[in-house]
């Protein structure tokens, strides 16, 4: 009942990054995916080449996680061309930094539309669709449980309303054999943290594994949440930085 073999899944924010990362691994392990993306299509239909050759089945669909009824419709969609949904991967995130008093109503709100509200929304249209072995799987990131500097107040805030949510969830949907999990990336080498920037040499040396964070890194986790391995695991966070905040 758990196996990802054959299961449906969908990605938030999949076309690159920790996203296409997750929706390739899931796939490798057997699952059929949907993913949406908000402005590059050609990345979006690179992932499901990738996943076609892989013999499984992908869909790509431009869906900004700050429209509610495009994200809706997304779910539908999935559960409409696969059959059913068992996986939604919230991971479509903005990260907008800078100081408090910088921040204008409009990088607050988006923030938390697209971060917070996008994946109630996306839970709640995936619960519809969801049976026994259902997972919610939402990615959040290590400064939901420490900040590491100054210009990250609404971009932790975000992530921390994630943990809260996901407690929530597992007591909702728990009975109903559903799990809702966070998983927290610390630094991971991507267009949004390249492992070359400019702060990665810092970030790098106050990590206690010395090393940048890898796309792989969260989507095996993933993977393994959403799998077998995930079964008893609800209404909780999971950290995977490389003990940056340890
Ligand atoms: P990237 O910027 O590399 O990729 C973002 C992905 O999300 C792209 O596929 C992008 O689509 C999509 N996306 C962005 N905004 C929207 C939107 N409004 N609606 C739908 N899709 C959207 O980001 P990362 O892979 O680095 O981040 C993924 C998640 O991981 C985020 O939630 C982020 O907060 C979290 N995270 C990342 C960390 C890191 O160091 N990288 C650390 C901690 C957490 P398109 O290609 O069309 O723009």
Same mark, same amino acid.
């Given at each position: 009942m758990d196996a990802i073999e054959g299961r449906t899944a969908l990605v938030t924010?999949?076309?690159?990054g920790i996203g296409a990362a997750i929706a390739l691994t899931l796939a490798r392990e057997g699952a059929n995916v949907v993913l949406t993306y908000a402005s590059t299509t050609s990345r979006a239909a690179d992932v499901v080449a990738q996943i076609e050759a892989l013999g499984r089945r992908a869909v790509a669909i431009q869906a900004d996680s700050g429209d509610p009824a495009a994200v809706t419709a997304a779910v539908d969609a999935a559960a409409a061309t696969f059959g059913g949904l068992d996986i939604l991967v919230n991971n479509a995130g903005v990260v907008v930094l800078g100081p408090l008093e910088k921040m204008t109503l409009a990088d607050i709100d988006r923030t938390f539309t697209v971060n917070v509200r996008a994946t109630i929304v996306a839970t709640q249209a995936a619960v519809r669709h969801m049976t026994s072995g259902g997972r919610i799987i939402t990615i959040g990131s290590n400064v939901a449980d420490r /900040?590491?500097?100054?210009?990250g107040s609404i971009y932790a805030a975000s992530k921390s309303a994630l943990a809260g949510l996901t407690r929530g969830l597992a007591h909702e949907f728990g009975p109903r054999g559903i799990t809702a999990v966070v998983v927290q990336p610390g =630094?991971? +080498?991507? +267009?949004?943290?390249?492992? &070359?920037?400019?702060h990665a040499e810092q970030t790098i040396a106050r990590t206690p594994l010395r090393r940048y964070g890898q796309v792989d890194d969260i989507a095996k986790m993933v993977a393994f949440l959403a799998? =077998?391995?995930?079964? &008893? /695991?609800?209404g909780t966070t999971i950290t995977l930085d490389g003990g940056f905040n340890a």
């Open positions: 924010g999949a076309s690159r /900040v590491p500097g100054p210009g =630094p991971t +080498d991507t +267009d949004a943290n390249p492992a &070359h920037g400019p799998g =077998p391995g995930g079964r &008893h /695991v609800t």
